[in-house]
């Protein structure tokens, strides 16, 4: 057990990520919208993101450079590299400028629930300044590189609430035959597709790819480490992929489907907590919304300097310039006046969309062996990879086609 603990690497960081103020959102939307008929996609979300990690970190260790930075070396064509670069730079920044603003809100739904209603008027223009508090907090933290200590703080706030929901599954005593068929029958209830595609981009988050291999390469450095971190990445997200079913399962408890703030979250919770249910998760939504506050700018500052051959010293000025435009793009979409859940279910959905272009990239460096010598996909891994791209390319078109015939845009 101690020597397990030694070797914990940034598997509980991507998983941290991912069970953000977006998952406990959107789980909880889709229990009181659909019950557990969509359990299933949590498990494929699950099994996906062991797949993708594992190739991530595999890359991290064995060639101790991060994914950006082996598209850019593997690419000979000029044109192709410059074209693929472009495409990563727009995928990853725009997506976590969007999943920014989310992460951002999610706080502020937290907080809210507390403090009460945020919004000032400056010179006309409403403002909420609980989301510029949020942004001033992961700017500092991030600018003087020590947020580390303070992230464990909050990371642990995180599993408090995620307990509190493992917990609260188990008391609001849900029928376990019900839970096992919406595990393992997918199902498409009706109007349910958006929600189905929120539920892997909450999961199957694309920039935890970049960001885990090129935090891996950082704890370990021997091909001897990679028993080490695939144990570390299948437990980390084993255990908040069932953290996220649990909250789903809570969720399907609740008996609106009006769900608008944290207090309406909330009752997710009220079978345990009671009265306080409102105040227990509005200090998770805070610690969730401000730890991948940190993770989603950090990630986009290592793929911008990996695919621009700068340095990837967070001391460096472009990659702080890299992390501040996230930050503030987020900041100032948070601070919009956008409903805080319409904020969050936009961003998960853009990470849906993006998954496939990033999964593409990382099967594609995965096979170099001029990278990875023997440490290449096997066939199983291969199977594995494609098909969790063709369910991800599948997927987006299907979200692409909801969204015009919604004129969303």
Known sequence: MQNWFKNIGPGPLVAAAFIGPGTVTVCTLAGVGFGYALLWAMLLSIIATIVLQEMAARLGIISQN???????????????????????????VIGNAAYEAGNISGGVLGLETIVGNSN?????????????????????????????????????????????????????????????????????????????????GTTVVPYNLFLHASLVKQKWHNESDLKFARKDTLVAVVLGGLVSMCIIISAASIQTQDINNAADLAKGLEPLFGSFAKYFL??????????????????????????????????????????????????ISASSGIKSIEIIKFAQVTNGILLPIIAGFLIWVM???????????????????????????????????????????
């Open 282 to 331: 509005a200090i998770g939504l805070f610690a969730a919304g401000i730890t991948s506050a940190i993770t989603a700018p950090l990630a986009a500052a290592y793929v911008a300097t990996g695919c621009l051959g700068w340095s990837t010293n967070m001391q460096s000025k472009k990659f702080r310039a890299v992390w501040i435009i996230v930050l503030l793009v987020g900041v």
């Open 367 to 409: 096979n170099k062996k001029s990278i990875l010598k023997m440490h290449v996909n096997n066939v199983k891994q291969n199977i594995f990879g494609i098909i969790i791209l063709g369910i991800s390319i599948l997927l987006s078109l299907a979200t692409l086609n909801k969204v015009f015939q919604l004129n969303l845009f």
């Open 120 to 200: 000032v008027d400056m010179a006309g223009i409403s403002i909420n300044f609980l989301s510029v508090a949020i942004g001033i907090i992961a700017f500092v933290l991030l600018y003087l590189g020590n947020y580390k200590i303070l992230q464990h703080a909050l990371v642990f706030l995180v599993i408090l609430m995620s307990l509190a929901f493992l917990i609260t599954a188990m008391i609001t005593k849900p029928n376990f035959s019900e839970i096992l068929n919406g595990v393992f029958i997918p199902k498409f209830p009706k109007d349910s597709m958006l929600t189905v595609i929120a539920l892997i």
């Open 66 to 92: 991060g994914l950006a930075q082996a598209i850019r070396s593997e690419i000979k064509n000029p044109v192709l590299k410059t074209l693929a670069i472009i495409l990563i730079l727009s995928a990853i």
